[in-house]
């Protein structure tokens, strides 16, 4: 970030998910959208010490050079199309990859009443907990409603297959 923004950032560490504050001059005429709202006047932001550059607590990720240096908001705006824009490609490769492994799961008749309910891996026979089980598929409909689970073991294993384009189940 500090190499896409030629201005100070903070990040806040104490908010829920990774928030940063590109400091940029106040405009009337924000074209940011109600994701990337600029703060109002009198809006409280808590700006750390300036040798604050680590965690724990907010820092700077790139503190300020001099008086009034800032972030120019085109570059903020470019870098939240282009950070959106990667998201949604992450997005689509998680979606196609969990289509990929629904594709991989057995026939639930072919199934036990454990794998049915999620109680082992869909795939082997590994016992499974809430804190176990890596993959959880939810709740899916065919013939009957079933819960199917999986190991992380078996769940690289059929993601990696379908990535590489490598035919067959097991």
Known sequence: MSDALDGPVIHDVRTLGATYWALVPHQDDWPGDPETQLLSHGTYLGVPD???VGPP???WVTPPRR?????R???VLALI??????LGQEHTAHAEALNALVQELPPPHTLSDDHLRGR?????DTRLTTETAFLDFGQLTSLQ??????CRPCTDERAER???GQEGRQ
């Open 120 to 124: 082992t891996c869909v795939w082997c």
């Open 73 to 75: 908001a085109e570059e």
């Open 50 to 52: 300036l040798t604050v």
């Open 67 to 71: 008086r009034h240096h800032l972030c």
């Open 162 to 164: 379908a990535r590489t």
């Open 57 to 59: 607590g907010s820092f």
């Open 81 to 86: 199309a282009c950070g959106r824009k990667k």
């Open 145 to 150: 409603r079933w819960f199917p689970r999986a």
